[in-house]
């Protein structure tokens, strides 16, 4: 959500492979990207979470920050925003002072502004258009789901995880169907950190022109809309004609837009992706769902908490303060490692197994917590539930047959690529 600035990337680290036991403390750094790409942070978390929960690092791979590595210290983080401010940025990333874009929307506002964009776009992710939605959702699962080539080994994340999700997207946005993909490029080049972005072969002239062009496009549609109202509900329409943001400043727009395409982008998509390696990795649990689909509501939540598609969310401190003991200082940088708080065995029972069927199974920090709960989570659960209950009518497997290639990013906890293969009844 927060736009990557060239780091030091590239100087020798040596976390991912070495037992985390063996190094001390004070050099843990869990922003290190290949912990990421390794899927071999979890060891580090639980470390920190038993000897040292609220842990400064001086020489991050993004410069000093604090973890937040608890459930309960994470929630008051959360129910103290005048002392933990969203301003100026929610990635442990801060944004260059060159940025294309002012922030990225309401997620990196504090107090009533925040509110008040809120507001404004909130209605297009309401139950009640949710309910309207859903039929079109469930069709459109159906068309991907019946073209699936059954057999043949595909890429999970590209032919469901993003089609699905893109095609939302631009529901809510009501954006032109045969352009949808444009969604997916500018998500993931707004996100993408320096290595990622080297990976796809792009600049950071590229990712400012294609942001740029999000702009453009956009512009284009919030001019057709203004002053309009329609039968549908879409964030478009809604920003450019209600009092709080008719008047705001392209940057603004365009963080905005942003923080909704990213938000309903990556993170469903990777909530998708992830759910197929977790019932792949736990056969027990996948047993359960085929003599009970009843269960997948339960489920769906399990697979946001187990995923935790958003590793984090960063805040700044407004002034001097403690937390869990530790002295933190006036602009300090607090990163709150909700990936590691799903796994806080204090907080969550068992909670490093995977249950599809836990009583309390929305007891979990993957959505965050407080003000900025995420507003898109009632859309992911719908995608989610409607998905796995067309896929367990037609598939008896989705089976993984492959390494997942995983995004380099501790922010976007994401898979690029899953090699898969599906298997009828
Ligand atoms: C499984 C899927 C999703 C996950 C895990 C997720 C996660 C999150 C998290 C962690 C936050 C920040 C919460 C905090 O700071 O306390 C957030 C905020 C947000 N999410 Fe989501 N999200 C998901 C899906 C969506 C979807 C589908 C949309 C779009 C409609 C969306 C739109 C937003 C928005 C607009 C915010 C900012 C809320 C605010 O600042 O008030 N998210 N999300």
């Not at 504090?110 to 309401?126: E, L, T």
């Not at 600049?203 to 740029?212: G, V």
């Not at 200082?329 to 708080?341: E, F, P």
């Not at 007891?363 to 859309?379: E, I, K, N």
Request: aromatic share 8%; net charge negative.
């Amino acid at each position: 959500m927060s736009q990557a600035t060239p780091f030091d990337l590239t100087r020798p680290r040596r976390q991912a492979h070495v037992d985390p036991a063996s190094i001390p403390l004070d050099e843990i750094d869990v922003s290190d990207l290949e912990l990421w790409t390794t899927d071999t942070h979890w060891k580090y978390f639980e470390r920190l979470r038993n000897e040292d929960p609220v842990h400064y690092c001086a020489d991050g791979a993004f410069g000093p920050y604090w973890s937040v590595t608890k459930f309960d210290d994470i929630v008051y983080v959360e129910k103290n925003p005048e002392i933990f401010a969203s301003e100026p940025g929610i990635s442990i990333v801060t944004p260059p002072p060159d940025a294309v874009t002012q922030g990225a929307g309401f997620i990196t506002m504090d107090g009533p502004r925040h509110d008040a964009h809120r507001k404004v776009v909130q209605p297009v992710s309401s139950p009640r258009n949710l309910k309207h939605l859903e039929p079109l959702v469930r069709e459109r699962v159906i068309n991907i789901l019946d073209g699936l080539p059954v057999g043949e080994v595909f890429n999970w994340v590209d032919r469901v995880s993003i089609e699905l999700t893109t095609g939302m997207l631009a529901t809510m946005f009501d954006f032109p169907w045969e352009d949808r993909r444009k969604l997916t490029y500018w998500s993931d080049m707004a996100t993408a950190s320096p290595p990622h972005l080297e990976a796809m072969g792009k600049t950071q002239d590229d990712r400012k022109a294609a942001l740029l062009d999000c702009l453009d496009v956009f512009t284009k549609l919030w001019n057709q809309r203004k002053g309009t109202t329609r039968d549908s509900l879409d964030f478009v329409t809604a920003l450019a004609n209600a009092d709080a943001t008719r008047d705001i400043d392209p940057k603004t727009y365009l963080g905005t837009l942003i923080l909704l395409i990213v938000g309903g982008n990556d993170t469903t998509r990777n909530s998708i992706s992830g759910g197929v390696i977790a019932l792949n990795e736990h056969p027990a649990e996948y047993d359960k769902l085929r003599d009970d689909p009843g269960l997948i509501p339960k489920m769906v939540d399990e697979i946001i908490r187990w995923q935790t598609p958003l590793a984090h969310m960063r805040r700044t401190a407004t002034r001097d303060t403690e937390l869990g003991g530790k002295q933190i200082k006036k602009g300090d940088k607090i990163v709150m490692w909700y990936v590691s708080a799903n796994r806080d065995e204090t907080a969550i029972d068992r909670a490093n197994e995977f249950i599809i069927d836990r009583n309390d199974s929305k007891h979990h920090l993957s959505f965050g917590w407080g003000v900025h709960f995420c507003m898109g989570s009632r859309v992911a659960e719908m995608q989610l539930r409607v998905l796995w209950e067309e896929i367990i009518e037609r598939y008896r497997l989705v089976e993984v047959v492959g390494d997942p290639v995983r995004v380099p990013s501790c922010f976007v906890k994401g898979i690029q690529q899953l090699p898969v293969r599906v298997h009828s009844w």
